[in-house]
């Protein structure tokens, strides 16, 4: 798919340790800027939709679908005009497409904050602050090209510059572009000016061990401040993370249960990526495989059959559809055919997270 979600935050918040968690093999250092130059893995999403129709199947081999996480470099105070990495960093954020955005919850003096004190609400400030701030400027630069286009009096870039003065206007007060976001309109309108403050957002509270399942004082705060955003918040404790993700498989599951959990944090975090990302998942069941396939949300039969092949999607004829609980249900493919539950679906059909599919194309 191409499509990256960048972990971001203050030096020394625990990003790369949750990156760590995440994929198995990042830096972790306990001084500012370890991370210089950005870090990507790929990462398994997990769905137990797999392991379902895997032993209903069972296919010769199993194959998940996966989601990149981009590790960034710690932002400072006056990134936006260059102090610390901060050139760096607004390069790198630019490249992704939503944002996992990780805050420090958890107080421990042999951890050294950037600032000198734990208060996650100021460091979310600063990082939207330094966001908002390189906008207005690359804001400000397009309206100044956007007056030139508007002396023909063409009705089409009066409407745009219309909306990027309001835009700039929001930006100037303080508010990131995604907020502006209201309509299908002011969404394109958002992407199209490259704006990192419109970028999709996930924030991940760094806790500590005994946080994990309440929270703390640190983030009662910061979900109170960010309720306006309509935003989801994960909270994890990354240093617990990364310790199972370096245990042997058998064993995992028994140490996140001796906490208390359900499964490993660091699912959560992967699940709302995905979602961030407005990605689903459609499976293909056979003999000699079950795979889970990622496509973008609305994304019509010709456009997922073309994350197997290119080919598929030129040639494509017609795709075989089964719900994913129907299928669950009767237990096979000829079983949901003989009742009825197979669908035939043409160009215009919109794939379902979940569906089961088989296409038929011409070569």
Known sequence: MGLQCGIVGLPNVGKSTLFNALTS???????????????????TVPDDRLGELTSLVTPQKTIPTTVDIVDIAGLIKGASQ????GNQFLANIREVDA?????????NDNVIHVDGSIDPVRDKEIVDTELILKDIDTMSRRIDRMRKQTKSGDR????????????????????PARSFIQDEETEL??????????????YVCNVDEASVHKGNAHTERFIKSITAENAEVILICAGIEAEIS????E????????MGLTEPGTYKVTRSAYRLLELITYFTAGEKEVRAWTIRKGWKAPQAASVIHTDFEKGFIRAEVIHYEDYIKFKSESACRSAGKLS????????QDGDVMHFLFNV
């Open 25 to 43: 093999g990042a830096l972790a250092a306990n001084y500012p800027f370890a991370t210089k130059d950005p870090n990507i893995g790929v990462i």
């Open 82 to 85: 260059g102090e610390g990495l």
């Open 99 to 107: 944002i996992i955005h990780v805050v420090r919850a958890f107080d």
């Open 156 to 175: 089409e870039a009066l409407r745009e510059l219309d909306l990027g003065d309001k835009l700039l206007a929001h930006l100037e007060a303080g508010n």
């Open 189 to 202: 309108f958002v992407k199209t000016s490259m704006l990192i403050s419109g970028k999709p957002v996930l």
């Open 246 to 249: 370096e245990l042997p498989e």
């Open 251 to 258: 064993e995992r599951e028994s140490f996140f249960k001796e």
């Open 344 to 351: 035939t679906e043409g160009k215009e059909y919109i794939v």
